[in-house]
């Protein structure tokens, strides 16, 4: 880590969804966009057409724009404008987002008949809090994951990225999750960030990272300057931090063995 912070290589950090690398990494992302080229890559960065379970409503609702459609249009923008503002490629690999993910075989007969009825029948994810934020991926996301490891690799093959970023998964979003997954295949390139806000109120899981001999390092500069980046995220920011207040913490990474 402090070997490449010397140099100048590009680095690309993995983003689970349109906010998720800035708030979690925006400081050094920021202050190393000066030095290098960073590159961005979100990889669920889609709704899909309703009907939508009853969790991918209320998330909705929490937003700015009240279509799912065009929320995920409206999200594709600021992290785009923000991304350039600091300097920064940014990629959307286009992946639905596991609010709005269904599932590639029919749980029932007649299940178009249940999507209209019921929709968390026909959802890979029927609820956020007994499903997404469980823990456990789906087994009909494994073939997801094997595509997504792919691209992984051809994004550090035409971007020579020295580095690779990706969330250690903290609150275990499976979106995270799997954005973490996608990225096992560079562990000798891989640097794990914490996520933010999730590690206010969660810790990483110390298992995973003592298999991976990880050690913490912190970055602190540069945090002032952060918290409008994340406000400019207007269709999120009120929904993430309802009492106006954004807590400025310092960025936590994990480096493992042979950093």
């Known amino acids: 880590m402090e070997r490449s912070l010397a140099g100048d290589a590009p680095w690309l950090f993995l983003s689970p969804h349109l906010d998720d690398a800035v708030l979690s990494c925006g400081a050094l992302i920021e202050a190393q966009a000066r030095e290098r080229q960073v590159i961005v890559a979100t990889l669920f960065t889609e709704a899909a057409p309703s009907p939508h379970t009853r969790a991918a409503r209320s998330f909705v609702r929490q937003c700015t724009v009240p279509d799912a459609g065009e929320l995920f249009k409206a999200r594709q923008s600021e992290d785009r404008a923000v991304l350039q503002d ?3 490629q940014s990629i959307h690999l286009g992946e639905v987002d596991a609010l709005f993910r269904r599932r590639r075989k029919p749980l029932v007969l007649g299940s178009s008949a249940w999507d209209r009825l019921l929709p968390e029948f026909t959802h890979r994810y029927p609820t956020y809090r007994f499903d997404i934020a469980l823990g456990r991926i789906a087994k009909g996301d494994h073939p997801l994951i094997r595509q997504l490891r792919g691209d992984v690799a051809t994004l550090m093959a035409q971007t020579k990225a020295e580095l690779v970023f990706c969330p250690v998964a903290v609150g275990r979003h499976v979106d995270h999750l799997i954005t973490r997954e996608a990225a096992k295949g560079h562990i000798e390139d ?17 298992t995973h990272l003592t298999r991976l001999g990880c050690v913490p390092w912190t970055w602190g500069e540069g945090l002032d300057a952060k918290l409008p980046r994340i406000r400019q995220y207007e269709t999120q920011v009120d929904a993430l931090f309802p009492s106006g ?6 960025e936590t990474y994990f480096l493992p063995r042979g950093h």
Do not use: R
């Open 86 to 88: 600091m300097g920064v």
């Open 190 to 206: 891989l640097i794990l960030y914490s996520d933010f806000p999730y590690d206010l109120v969660s810790e990483p899981d110390a």
């Open 245 to 250: 207040e954004i807590p400025l913490k310092p």
